[in-house]
């Protein structure tokens, strides 16, 4: 979410500081030309003055002259500026330097005859810091309401360009500052404002994986997001009361029934002695409280599971699988089926009662529906985070509809309800696994038969 976050401020500031930058940077150009344009006006003004009796045909002398033309060389030297005093039919009273002429075309020829309208030139065209343009001004020189004269100046744009770069530089460097304390903030805002959201994310895995006495710490962000982590933690108590009623109702269920159960069948039995030996009817009863009592057990057993907290330690998962398929072997062995276990030595973070007892349920899984002369498989293996424990038999397998439900508490395939069982021993697997971060998943063995994948993590628990 950070992700998408972040790139949004940071876009909106730019915008933000471009449409402050770019009229400010502009603004700066504008001042920089101004402030030459005007500078030249003043020195055409001057101009103008000093040419004003040396264009006088009638009263004029050759010393007004000889001053305006030393005062035009004297500025071209002292500034580089061309500058010029050109009678109204453009021929050159005085200019420096003194080759210097008015082009028939271009923005001196415009100045020039504007000027000759009575009226200063427009201001020049702004000049950006990539355009090598000159300057051009021209004033007229005006005697009795006549333009006897015009002077134009040409200005290099040299200088003028390097201020105006030198100033979108520097406003360059206050935006780049601008934006990266943006940026920092933004980093900060964001990380204040989502951080109670990751919290809030970490805390649900952790619940969706059965750490269900996880929750929120409610220190920092938003009032919002602070009353919703407050509002998540009363869902997640009240979420574990109900769970936690649930436990104790099937565990005190469980147990309370044991006892009348056991009484029921011990009347049971001395019923029998009644009854003619071979019965059959007082057999199927006797078979049914034998399977309800198996039930009880096992529900017994899945609220114990529910309830019990894992404790990891790094064990050799190899040597305790090979325990469990020796334990087992016995038990094979009398059903006419080969249990067989491949287990090099693999160490992973596990709880070893939890998952020896899982096996057990996955194993006795396996060699009650193997059939006999098969065989059951049960190999250990690591892929460097995690390690393995796959369970294979060669029975009857499972159709797809039946895969996806297998695991499901009481389930069992229509075609295995003649086989002794609750349907509760993988889902007893499950919950004993769940706790200490393992899972257990389902697949096809080819030809034919279940695989039962057990996963467990060789890294170490997370504080």
């Known amino acids: 979410m950070r992700t998408r976050l972040l790139p949004l401020l940071i876009v909106l500031m730019a915008a933000v500081l471009l449409a402050l930058g770019v009229p400010l940077a502009v603004s700066l150009a504008s001042a920089q030309q101004q402030k030459v344009v005007v500078d030249r006006i003043d020195d055409t003004a001057y101009f103008a003055a000093i040419a004003r009796p040396a264009a006088d045909t009638t009263t004029g002398s050759r010393d007004d002259l000889r001053i305006l033309s030393r005062e035009l060389e004297s500025y071209y030297e002292v500034y580089g500026i061309r500058a010029g ?42 000049v950006w810091p990539w355009q090598r343009n000159r300057l051009v001004i021209a004033s007229p020189v005006i005697r009795d309401g006549d333009v006897v004269a015009v002077v134009v100046t040409d200005s290099p744009t040299g200088q003028m360009r390097s201020r105006i770069l030198h100033g979108w530089l520097i406003i360059g460097a206050g935006l780049t500052a601008a934006m990266l304390v943006a940026v920092g903030a933004a980093l900060r805002l964001t990380g204040w404002v989502l951080r109670p959201v990751r919290v809030l994310d970490v805390t649900t895995h952790e619940i969706a994986s059965g750490r269900i006495k996880s929750r929120v710490a409610v220190a920092s962000g938003p009032p919002e997001l602070r009353r919703l982590a407050r509002s998540f933690n009363e869902m997640a108590d009240n979420v574990e009361d109900v769970l936690e009623q649930q436990r104790a109702f099937v565990a005190d269920a469980s147990h309370q029934l044991r006892n009348p159960l056991a009484a029921l069948l011990l009347r049971i039995e001395l019923l029998a002695f009644e009854l003619p030996e071979g019965n059959a009817e007082i057999a199927s009863v006797q078979a049914e409280g034998k399977r309800l009592a198996q039930v009880l057990d096992d529900l017994l057993d899945l609220a114990l599971a529910e309830h019990t907290e894992a404790d990891l330690r790094l064990t050799d998962v190899g040597a305790l699988t090979a325990e469990r398929v020796a334990a087992w072997a016995p038990t094979a062995d009398a059903k006419g089926v080969r249990l067989v ?41 690591s892929n460097g985070r995690t390690a393995t424990i796959e369970v294979a038999d060669n029975g009857p397998g499972l159709t797809d509809e039946e895969l996806a439900r ?56 997370t504080p």
Do not use: M
């Open 341 to 381: 276990g491949t287990c090099p030595p693999t160490t992973a973070w596990v709880d070893p009662v939890a998952l020896s007892s899982a096996l057990d349920a996955v194993i006795d899984n396996a060699v009650k529906f193997t059939p006999r002369d098969e065989r059951v498989e049960v190999t250990v293996a």
């Open 85 to 126: 005093v050109f009678l109204p039919n453009d021929t050159p009273l005085a200019s420096g330097p003194t080759t210097w002429l008015l082009p028939d075309t271009g923005e001196e020829r415009d100045a020039f005859k504007e000027s000759l309208l009575s009226r200063r030139s427009h201001d020049p065209k702004q």
């Open 406 to 461: 297998i695991g499901d508490r009481f389930w069992r395939s229509g075609r295995h309800q003649n086989i002794k069982g609750s349907g509760l021993g993988l889902s007893i697997s499950r919950a004993l696994l769940a706790p200490g971060g393992a899972s257990i998943a389902y697949g096809r063995h080819e030809p034919h038969g279940l695989r039962v994948t057990v996963t467990v993590p060789r890294s170490g628990p």
